[in-house]
């Protein structure tokens, strides 16, 4: 099958499409699409051959029109990317706030109960000291609860 080439000047140099170049490789990554060539090969697939003139200026809008729609999906593709890299992140951020408010609320439960148990602590030694009757009896209380 004879390859097509889409030769065009720039700058004074004539660019041969046929001669892979990064830029192409570039798009691939970018857009994940194929090359023109690669492109072209699929459009003339079924074609007899030789390929006449009109026939491959067909080819040239059926390349155009597949890489209008190829770049257009590479470009929803980055969107959705994009899209899904931020819902990441604002799920670990979420995250990372339930686990701090978690945190907290333990820390209240924790700080609650050593206030009871100290407030409950307080109640038995003044009790104690109530229950106390003669000097030696709060004496004997004092030294028990080491004061």
Known sequence: MPQLRKRTRVGGQESDSSVPNNNDKRKEELFG?????V???EITEGLPQPITPNQER???????VAFSNAQRMGYKRGMQAKADRLQAREDEVSAREKAVAAKERQNKVRNAVLTK????LK???LQALADAKTPQEVAAVLDRLGL
């Not at 699409?33 to 060539?37: L, N, R």
């Not at 067909?58 to 155009?64: D, E, I, L, P, Q």
């Open 33 to 37: 699409i194929a090359s023109e060539d």
């Open 39 to 41: 492109i072209m090969e």
């Open 58 to 64: 067909g080819c040239v809008v059926a390349y155009r």
């Open 117 to 120: 148990r100290e407030e409950d």
């Open 123 to 125: 109640k038995v030694r």
